[in-house]
Every structure is written in structure tokens, then in C-alpha cells.
DNA sequence: TCATTAATTAAGGAGTTGCTAACATAGTGG
DNA sequence: CCACTATGTTAGCAACTCCTTAATTAATGA
């Protein structure tokens, strides 16, 4: 993966367990790599390599301030990604149900 | 990636195009890896290595008829991933809206 | 039985991911 | 200036991704 489109990027971010776990964290408000870092058993480089995933998808934006870095959340991707699913979920499911009432149909003339 | 859990087996199938565009195609009826593969310029086990990270992910389910392996989606996963991304989008839409009603109401009393 | 069609498996290569240890950078405060 | 703290970068490695070509399995039909 290098430069790919950017619903890959996102998803491609959200593959991964730690990384969703950060932006959870996240949710809760701003935090610095070093609070990001604290729940998990992983060093320090790995933490820095999942944001910079994080980032590239734009999923997060990161300030520098002293010595901290503090990281924040960024919603627009994800509702490029929700948009995608929403999509495709709602649309599969009107096929349901089109598929549904058609055999309502079918069993309603069957029966009279 | 192996053994991971399901959430990032669906967003791991979800982080490329031509998967995305293989379950757009599902997404009206079943097909086979034939029409599956006919919009794409790479090679036929290229395609039934995608087929099968959408079936390990628990997208797609294929049946043999013959010597037609008929491949149709499955929405309970894009359930799981929906759910994740909803709940952390509408979480953080929820902050926004808190800080602005807050902001607004210190310029409110500013403003007095 | 043998050729054809549909799809998969096998083997391998270029590039990426995700981790580590070691080193570098940058700001704070004695 | 020097030690300390917070973070990033480099180099290296095993595992994985995504693609290829070649061989294989499985069903159809002359």
C-alpha cells in the first residue's frame, strides 16, 4: 500500500485492534502519544508507527506543544467509511426485503 | 495478519478497491468468479485470493453448482463494522456538540 | 476417453506491515 | 552546559499482501 485511495487508507487504519483501541481513547478528548501508549506492552516506535497510520488515514491530527504531541480525533474520515458501509448494508438490505414481500406475494396467491 | 479478531477481518477485506468494488457488484444478486473477475485486468487467482479474504472476513459465502462457484454476500459483518464506526462517530459528534453548546453559553454570559 | 470450461492450489517475487533495539532530536529545568 | 523527559527516526527482521505463471482439480459434453 502506498498511494492509495483514501476509503483504503481508512479502513486499512481501522484493521487493527491497538489502532481502534487509541482512537476509543481518543474519543474521550485529546491525549499525547505518551497517555496513548500507557495501555498497551508495545514499544514506543510501534506506538509512533499506528499514528502515523492514524494520520495518513486522517483519522487523527497531531499539535506539537513542548515536548508533547498531542493527538485528536478527526471525524471526516469516518463518515466517509460509514457512508460506504451505510450504503451498502442498506441497499443489501432493501434486496431483502424486496426478496421478502415478493415471496409474501407469491405465498398470498398460492394460498387464495 | 491471521488469527485476528473478526472486526479487523472485516476492515482489513473492506481496505481495498477492487474487494470494495466485488461486493458493490454482489450487492445486486449473486455472481460467479467469472462475472466477478470480467471489470478487472488482473488474473483469476488474483481474484480467488480476494474471494477468499471476503470469505475468511465472513462477507461472502460460495456455493458449487457445477463448475460455478456462485458467490453472494453476507450483511452481519458490515453489521459489526457499521456499529463500530457509528458509535464512535456519533460519540465524538456528541463532544462537539457539548463544547459548542458550552461555548456558546460562556459567550452568552460574556455577552450579558 | 478426451478436449473444454471454471476455478483453485502451488510457488515465487516485489513491496508493506508491525515489531524490536539503538540512536537522534527537541524542550525543560538545575 | 548537562541531565532528564517526551517523542521520533533508523536499521533490521519475520510475516503478510497482492500479484504473477504454471500445474491441478472438477464438471460438461462430443
Redesign the interface.
Known amino acids: 500500500m502506498d498511494a492509495?485511495?483514501e476509503?483504503?487508507?481508512v479502513?486499512?487504519a481501522?484493521?487493527?485492534?491497538t489502532r481502534?483501541a487509541m482512537?476509543?481513547h481518543l474519543?474521550d478528548?485529546a491525549a499525547t502519544v505518551g497517555e496513548l501508549a500507557e495501555p498497551f506492552e508495545i514499544s514506543r516506535p510501534a506506538i509512533s508507527q499506528h499514528l502515523k497510520v492514524l494520520e495518513r488515514a486522517g483519522l487523527i491530527e497531531r499539535t506539537a506543544t513542548a515536548q508533547w504531541r498531542t493527538c485528536t480525533?478527526r471525524?471526516e474520515p469516518?463518515?466517509a467509511?460509514?457512508d460506504?458501509?451505510?450504503r451498502?448494508?442498506d441497499?443489501?438490505?432493501e434486496?431483502f426485503d424486496l426478496l421478502d414481500r415478493r415471496l409474501r406475494d407469491l405465498k398470498g396467491t398460492t394460498d387464495a
Open positions: 492509495r485511495d476509503l483504503s487508507l479502513f486499512q481501522l484493521a487493527d485492534p481502534r482512537l476509543s474519543r478528548g480525533l471525524t469516518l463518515d467509511a460509514s460506504w458501509v451505510e451498502h448494508r441497499e443489501w438490505n434486496r
